[in-house]
């Protein structure tokens, strides 16, 4: 045996052991990570089994009888979405939210760029009081406001929680989008002021351009924010039905139908589709947005 | 016909989406055209107020004064017509009802923070040493893309519970009985139904636990641990004497972030139980105060101590940021 040979061997083996110290990490992180997914998945099958069979028998006993995936059908689906409601509400929450997500990105960029590159009086303090309000209950503000929205005949309306929402997505965008606006280069701003561009042409040609990362993880933020709510919509949309998102609709179901298991699979996954699509597609930026966003109220 | 409603339906909704997102966009072009008439010396002084003036109105509106009103009325009566002084506060703080309210905070409190912050930070490390770490993460953080109702229907499903003798459809009966136990109802149960709903938060919340500690446990420099190593340190001794102190900052904001969500957890509680048996929390409570019972006063009670409990936050978030600006 050449020295070359032992060296081999020697590597092979710590190759080997390696793998076997590993061992528990591999069971631990795999057994975590199908205990996290079970949940979610054992309601996917569900949804796309039978009312009868589903009450017959467990989710996972498709996997002792596999031949009965022949059964699974969307069957479910089309009854939640055409007479349960789920049909509308699923529009009702698109219309909701991405006012409520354009409204306050709007605002919170002009604001962010005015407080970064503007001067005028009580700016910082107005930082402050924005860094203040992050954390804020938003359950202080709902009574106060439901008796002006009942005053003024806003209860039950779009424009009712699309402002709602934007105000309480106020602070974090304002915060996390004057935070990135504030650290462009200076000397890109003052040569275009000096090139006689006006603020309206610097903000849309230069700085909503270059804050696009910031915006859009605020964007997918704001928008998973809103279309998950349950409070907001619950208390402001009261019971109309008609202006109801998919959060609300699912919380009747669960109220009046809880043991409708047929129904409430599916309703469920009308409810998640667009999260999850988002959370797919644009995971890089929800994470930021996360990051700098987990202490919104 | 139905096929022609439908449209009128879709139409609808678009042309809503489109009123409510051009309408914000319209207000600032048209408050800039009309600034831009001014002469210059008013235009400079006036153009920033038109860029932070909506966001200051509705900040005002909707967050400032509605918090000031809240605290006012929760001096009043349930009509807030008469002055009570501290009464609903009295009754927060001593109603036996309102004291199960406040353990069950705790509870929630102590386990959702310890379990997610615990399990994200173990998770976190030990995903570190596997080649299909991204795949394990991403499971593991996707229920944070679920509301809090679907994540409610979900473990619904998971808690179901039969009769004995009948065929258990819900997977955790399903397994207690094949190990020769009696079914459980997990939300019925005084003992185990704020543990049941415990539960679906740590769900929700240790894959956000762990994506952020992850983040931090990448940042320790290969040398340490190395340097660790040579010195004749094992695993568990590099984890708790380098890893942990050496993330010690980030464990604190995580930590401190998962308080200020559980202290506001509401609808999981509301979904699930509607608050009953014993499984109230501060927000579900006021929630019921306002709609059932109709007692703004005490409503508002509530909602005040909430805002007290994140004030220490608040404050030190502030004195972080001036920090921040000082050292700019």
Known sequence: MTLADNRRQAKNSSAIEQFLAKTPVHIAVVAIAVIWTVPTFGLLISSLRDQEALLQSGWWTIFWQPGRIAEFDLENYITVLTSQGMGQAFLNSLVISIPATVIPIAIATFAAYALAWMEFPGRQWLFVTVVGLLVVPLQMTLIPILRAYTQLNLSGTFLAVWLAHAAYGLPLGIYLLRNYIGALPRDLIEAAEVDGASHLKIFTRLIVPLSMPAIASFAVFQFLWVWNDLLVALVYLGGNQNVAPVTLVLRNLVGDRGQDWHLLTAGAFVSMIVPLLVFFGLQRYFVRGLLAGSVKG | ?328
Do not use: H
């Open chain 2, 1 to 328: 016909m139905e096929g022609s409603s439908n449209l009128v339906r879709i139409l609808s909704a678009i042309a809503a989406i489109l009123i409510g997102s051009g309408g914000v966009i319209g207000i600032f072009y048209g408050l800039n055209l009309l600034a831009e008439r001014l002469p210059r010396r008013v235009r400079t002084q006036i153009l920033p107020w038109i860029y932070v003036g909506p966001a200051l109105l509705l900040l005002l509106v909707y967050l400032i004064l509605p918090t000031l009103r809240t605290l006012y009325i929760s001096f009043f009566g349930r009509r807030s017509d008469e002055f009570v002084g501290l009464k609903n506060y009295i009754f927060a703080f001593t109603d036996s009802d309102m004291l199960i309210v406040f353990r069950n905070n705790l509870l929630w409190l102590v386990l959702v923070t310890g379990f997610s912050v615990g399990l994200g930070l173990i998770i976190a490390v030990l995903v570190d040493r596997v080649r299909y770490e991204p795949v394990a993460k991403s499971l593991i953080f996707l229920p944070m893309a679920i509301s809090f109702v679907g994540a409610s229907v979900i473990w619904r499903f998971m808690y179901a519970f039969q009769p004995a003798g009948q065929e258990q459809i819900g997977l955790l009966n399903a397994i207690w009985v094949s190990l020769g136990n009696e079914p459980v109802g997990w939300l019925i149960n005084r003992a185990i139904n704020n543990f049941a709903l415990i539960a679906i938060m740590i769900w929700l919340y240790t894959g956000f636990c762990m994506v952020l500690l992850s983040s931090a446990v990448k940042g320790i420099s290969k040398d340490v641990i190395e340097a660790a190593r040579m010195d004749g340190a094992n695993e568990f001794q590099i984890f708790w004497r380098v890893t942990i102190p050496m993330i010690r900052s980030t464990i604190l904001v995580v930590s401190t972030t998962i308080v200020v969500l559980v202290l506001k957890v509401f609808d999981i509680v509301f979904v699930m139980t509607g608050g009953n048996l014993d499984t109230d929390v501060i927000a579900s409570r006021m929630i019921k105060e306002m709609f059932n019972y109709g007692n703004y006063g005490r409503g508002s009670a509530i909602a005040v101590i909430l805002l007290l409990a994140v004030i220490p936050v608040m404050v030190v978030n502030i004195r972080r940021f001036r920090e921040q600006e000082q050292s700019r």
